[in-house]
Every structure is written in C-alpha cells, then in structure tokens.
C-alpha cells in the first residue's frame, strides 16, 4: 500500500491516475495519522518550497514523513517533493527541508529560460534501483526554475539545461525526481513502477 | 538538451471536440479522451485544449472531460477558454490539468496572473496573447480577437513575465489559418524581449515552418491545430525532419 502525501499545494490526480493504471493501491494522507501503516509513500508536489513545508508541519506530517523515512521504508519525492527532501532551500529566503538528503535547493544558473520546461534527457549513473530499466537518453518532463545542489554520490541521474541539474537523487531508501514521472509516459510509468517493486 | 515541443490544439466545445481529428481512425472523433490518448501516443509532446463552450455549464462540462483526460493521458496538457477567477484556475488544476491558459482576463485584470502564480507556481499560469498587426505594429487583441487594447505585443509579453506568467502562448491572427508559416520575425523580438518560454502558433502549414519557427523564432513550443487534425502533417514524422534540421525533439515514444 502507497501513502500519497498531500501537502494540499498541487493536484495529486495525476499521480493517482497513472497508479491506477499500474494497478498499485494507495491511500491519501493529509494528517499523520495511521501513516505508519503504509509500506512506501509518495510526496508530490509542485509550487514554492516554504508553503509547503508550512503546510507539512502545520499537519504534523514533516515529523511523520522524516520517522517513516527512518523506518527504513521507501519514500519518494517528485519534483518539489524532490526538493522537500534536502536541508534547505534558497527559494523566496532561506527555509528549511525534511533532511533526509544532504544538500540544498537553488535557483538553476543559465542564461536560458526559466522556468525549465518540457523533455529533457537524462544522464543515468548505474546502480539506482527506481531507474532499472530506463534507458540512457531518455527524455523525461521537467518543470521547475530550482535545482538540488549535492554531493555526487547521491546523484542517479542528470540533465543538461545550462548546467548539470539532478535528475534522479537517492539516499539508502529515499529517492527523488526532480522531473514528473506521472506526465512522462513511458519512462515515467517504468520509474513509479520500479518504485512500487522495492 | 532540451526539447521543442510540439502541441496539438484541440477546441471542445460542450465536452465535445469540435471538427474531430479525422486521420487517427478513431471511433469517435469528437470524443476529447480518444482524440488526447492518440496524440499522446503518436509523439505530442503535449495538449491544448481550448474550451469554446458558450452555455452556463461550461465549467462543470470541461472539468468533467478534463478528469476523463487525464486518467488515460499522461503527457502534460494545458485548459483555457474562459477563465476569470482564481476559483476557476484551481477547478481546473485539481481535475487533473498540469496548466491553464488566460487570454482577455489577463488583460483586463493582470492581478489573476500574479495570484494564479503565487498561489498555484508561475508554471502553471500559461498567458495566451491573441496578436494583430495595425500599421506594422503587434498589438494585443481580445474577445477573440474582436478589440484592440492598443497595447503592444512586446509590451505586453514583457508585463506578463513581470506578473508571473510561466509562458506565453502567442498567436499571430495575421498568419492563423493561412498556413504560410509561422510569424518569424515576430517569434524572435519577442523570444529576446522576456526570458520565459514562448509557445508558436498561428500559420504553420509545412515541417520547414516548425523549423523556422523554432531556429529563427527561437520558440520553445509550436502549436497547431488543422494540420495535425486532417493528417496533413504527421507529427512523428514532422519530429524526424526537425531533427534532421537541427531542431532538439523528443523522438523515443
């Protein structure tokens, strides 16, 4: 069972919708409780980083998501869920994340457009088990204006816009995309679905 | 490397969509959901949808056949058509559209964009400018392109950006339905004048616009609607001549 954690900031439907069509059960959370009961959760998300960590500690569920990581149980983070994962982030002040991975979250540095929007590819490093599968050079969609800033051992995968961005970021049990796996047909069904499997 | 996009348009009117996609072999050609999974499929990178219902309705009509598009479609696709308020931004977000597109309330009321960005992120706030040449300048028209405001295109793009749109959907009325290309020249002062992602529409009739239009342009996306809709370009096949000419697609489908 899937715990999908809403930090009542972005429409999780389509998130839902390609869960459904891998067939995988999920239940909702917009407070902590029975949250423990789950085997694996999803934070999606999109928007700015401080409101919804207002909104995740305002419910209780930034203690909660951070003692289910503990655990040991997969987590996985998508696109600001990503970035939700790290210590901080940059984004209208300086705010705090859930920690769980070492690094911040800063604006992209180019010169080309912001936001980052549309397919890109990815740069896959072997040995992340969420992106068993995928091939190297798969286009993914993006769509943020900030990127992870980390240590490369944490890194999976990368895409080029500019500079190197993080794609795909994981420590032990916890994994993030900074891209939308749910809009990105294919290769995105082959990463939520590897995610599922663990 | 990045991708150009290319997007389909679609106009639904009461849930159904209008002068269907005649090429795809589909059962119903006016159903909005067939018509969005084909596309999805044969290489769109993207949707439009353009709600163009005139009945009292129309809100919970397009909500509905949003939620029936995306359970079957998962590329990114954006809903415009009508939308005034913040209410309405969010009914459509939360059935499941990824963006949504505001032309003449943008106009009339810029603040929708500014709270539509603050409060849902600036990517989801797509800004839809209907553009008119009078005496060789751009300006913006609205109610469909039945008044001129006066403004200047390039005017205008720079405020939207200000305001907090993620992109800008241009459409050039000078070249929509002529199918002589895409406005080139300009695609490329406004791709210089603001530093957010421009979506092309209006004339593209042959690949070699798509190309243009994305090399000399400097589009992030190109729209279309016809063309795609009659079979007149395939878009699979228009993505292999692109990247022939040095355009960046998404070819692994």
């Known amino acids: 069972m899937i715990g999908i954690i809403d930090s009542k900031i972005c429409n999780i439907y389509s998130l839902t919708n390609m869960l459904k069509k891998l067939n995988a059960d999920f239940i909702i959370f917009d407070n902590p409780e029975n949250i423990q009961s789950v085997d694996r959760i999803i934070l999606p998300g999109v928007g700015a980083f401080p409101k919804a960590m207002e909104n995740l500690s305002k419910s209780g569920l930034k203690d909660a998501i951070i003692q289910f990581a503990r655990s040991g149980k997969p ?18 002040g300086i705010s705090e994340g859930l920690g769980l991975i ?42 943020h204006s900030y990127r992870a800033e980390t240590d490369t051992k944490y890194i999976a995968a990368t895409t080029n816009y500019g500079e190197l961005i993080p794609a795909v970021v994981y420590k032990d049990n916890v994994y993030g995309a900074q891209f939308h796996p749910e809009k990105s047909m294919k290769w995105g069904e082959i990463i939520l679905s590897n995610f599922i499997k663990l | 490397m990045l991708k150009t996009r290319i997007i389909p348009c679609l106009d639904v009117d009461n849930g159904r ?11 119903d050609a006016g159903d909005p959901v067939e018509c969005a999974k084909r596309y999805s499929e044969s290489g769109a990178d993207e949707l439009v949808f353009l709600d163009i219902t005139a009945s009292s309705n129309r809100r919970e009509t397009i909500v509905e056949t949003i939620r029936k598009v995306s359970e079957v479609t998962f590329i990114p696709f954006t809903v415009g058509g009508g939308i005034r308020s913040i209410n309405d931004i969010e009914k459509i977000l939360q059935a499941g559209s990824d963006k949504v597109s505001i032309n003449t309330q943008a106009v009339l009321n810029k603040s929708l964009i500014t709270e539509g960005a603050n409060n849902f992120g600036s990517q989801c706030i797509v800004v839809a400018i209907d553009s008119k040449k009078v005496n060789g300048i751009d300006h913006v028209f609205i109610y469909g392109g039945r008044e001129d405001t006066g403004i200047t295109v390039l005017d205008w793009v720079k405020e939207c950006e200000n305001c907090g749109a993620g992109e800008i959907l241009l459409t050039s009325w000078d070249k929509d339905g002529t199918k002589s290309g895409f406005d080139d020249e300009l695609l490329a002062k406004v791709t210089k004048k603001v530093k957010i992602p421009i979506i092309a529409s209006g004339g593209g009739g042959t690949m070699n616009h798509f190309v243009t239009a994305a090399l000399h342009g400097g589009a992030s996306a190109l729209l279309a609607a016809s063309v795609f809709h009659f079979g007149e370009i395939d878009i699979l096949e228009l993505k292999k001549y692109m990247a022939k000419n040095g355009v960046q697609v998404r070819l692994d489908i």
């Open chain 1, 75 to 92: 987590v996985l983070g998508i696109c600001l869920g990503m970035q939700l994962l790290f210590d901080k982030s940059t984004e209208f």
């Open chain 1, 102 to 143: 070492p690094g911040e979250i800063i604006k992209i540095k180019t010169d080309l457009v912001l936001p980052h929007i549309g397919w890109n590819d990815l740069s896959i490093k072997p040995g992340c088990k969420i992106l068993e599968r995928v091939d190297n050079g798969a286009d993914v969609y993006f769509v």
């Open chain 2, 17 to 27: 969509v209008v002068k269907g996609i005649n090429f795809l072999n589909l059962v």
